[in-house]
Nanobody, 121 residues
Framework: QVQLVESGGGLVQAGGSLRLSCAASGTIASIGTMAWHRQAPGKQRELVARIYSSGSTLYADSVKGRFTLSRNDAENTVYLQMDRLTVEDTAVYYC???????????????WGQGTQVTVSA
């Protein structure tokens, strides 16, 4: 089995910063795309940022220039550095990692349990 454990959420004032981490553990041969999504109350879950195994990244327009995504493949961990936070960034943030458990297996998306980020005015 594969588990994703997220950390780093919390309460911060507008303009502040937070760093989210998501570590995968279990039976893992390789990890492909890593991503963060978020879901605000009453809204659909949306993609925040994605990083491919090549290291290239993609960001939602709403976070470009403020959020930075990085990965540490040796530790199966993805990080989301969030700067200049606004109240609109308040949401539950979910990590997703595309995992190959063993050679010849299918790539499977695993999700974290979610971590709350609250930005106060």
């Amino acid at each position: 089995q594969v588990q994703l454990v997220e950390s780093g959420g919390g309460l911060v004032q507008a303009g502040g910063s937070l760093r989210l981490s998501c570590a995968a553990s279990g039976t893992i041969a390789s990890i492909g795309t890593m991503a963060w999504h978020r879901q605000a109350p009453g809204k659909q879950r949306e993609l925040v940022a994605r990083i491919y195994s090549s290291g290239s990244t993609l960001y939602a327009d709403s976070v470009k220039g403020r959020f930075t995504l990085s990965r540490n493949d040796a530790e199966n961990t993805v990080y989301l550095q969030m700067d200049r936070l606004t109240v609109e960034d308040t949401a539950v943030y979910y990590c997703r990692q595309e995992v190959l458990r063993f050679p010849g297996d299918y790539w499977i998306d695993y999700w974290g349990q979610g971590t709350q980020v609250t930005v106060s005015a």
